[in-house]
């Protein structure tokens, strides 16, 4: 398990009156019908932010808070699956045993759809600032979109 750094980050789920935290059960944030994104912990702002960055080119994409990952809500993720034909997950975590591998476990057994993951690519953490280090690992709401577009491209080369 790697955390690079917990910074103030803006409090998204009191932009959403309807929020209601329960244990398994993911919360889709915004609909969208092209992309999903899944993202957990300080990714769920990011993964808002790409989605709003998607959708100023015509990219439609879904994001979804998944703040519990075991036990995963894994009939969420089997939706948005059927329903957008693409996932990107987000988290500040590593590539290996967290969001990411839980959501591939559901997409093979459920309903396989291309995917693409924003999270630390199996390296040896640094300290330092949290932004920086942030930046230095690409979890960002632009690392967010451009795998978006990245997973959108193979889903509709298997059309």
């Given at each position: 398990y790697m955390r690079t750094g917990r910074i103030t980050v803006e409090?998204?789920?009191?932009?959403?009156?309807?929020?209601?935290?329960?244990?398994?059960?993911g919360i889709t944030l915004k609909d969208g019908r092209d992309v999903t994104l899944i993202a957990t912990g300080l990714m769920v702002q990011e993964a808002v932010r790409a989605a709003g960055m998607l959708e100023k080119e015509g990219i439609s994409a879904r994001v979804i808070d998944m703040h519990t990952i075991k036990p995963l809500d894994e009939e969420l993720v089997a939706k948005a699956a059927r329903e957008t034909g693409a996932i990107v997950t987000a988290e500040n975590h590593n590539c290996y045993g967290g969001l990411g591998s839980a959501?591939?476990?559901v997409l093979v057994k459920k309903c396989p759809v291309p995917m693409?993951?924003?999270?630390?690519?199996?390296?040896?953490?640094?300290?330092?600032?949290?932004?920086?280090?942030?930046?230095?690992?690409?979890l960002?709401?632009?690392?967010?979109?451009?795998?978006?577009?990245?997973?959108?491209?193979?889903?509709?080369?298997?059309?």
């Amino acid at each position: 398990y790697m955390r690079t750094g917990r910074i103030t980050v803006e409090n998204i789920t009191d932009s959403y009156p309807d929020y209601r935290f329960q244990i398994g059960r993911g919360i889709t944030l915004k609909d969208g019908r092209d992309v999903t994104l899944i993202a957990t912990g300080l990714m769920v702002q990011e993964a808002v932010r790409a989605a709003g960055m998607l959708e100023k080119e015509g990219i439609s994409a879904r994001v979804i808070d998944m703040h519990t990952i075991k036990p995963l809500d894994e009939e969420l993720v089997a939706k948005a699956a059927r329903e957008t034909g693409a996932i990107v997950t987000a988290e500040n975590h590593n590539c290996y045993g967290g969001l990411g591998s839980a959501v591939a476990e559901v997409l093979v057994k459920k309903c396989p759809v291309p995917m693409e993951m924003v999270a630390v690519n199996d390296r040896f953490g640094h300290s330092g600032n949290a932004l920086e280090l942030l930046k230095r690992y690409g979890l960002s709401a632009e690392m967010v979109a451009e795998k978006a577009r990245q997973v959108m491209a193979r889903a509709a080369q298997t059309d």
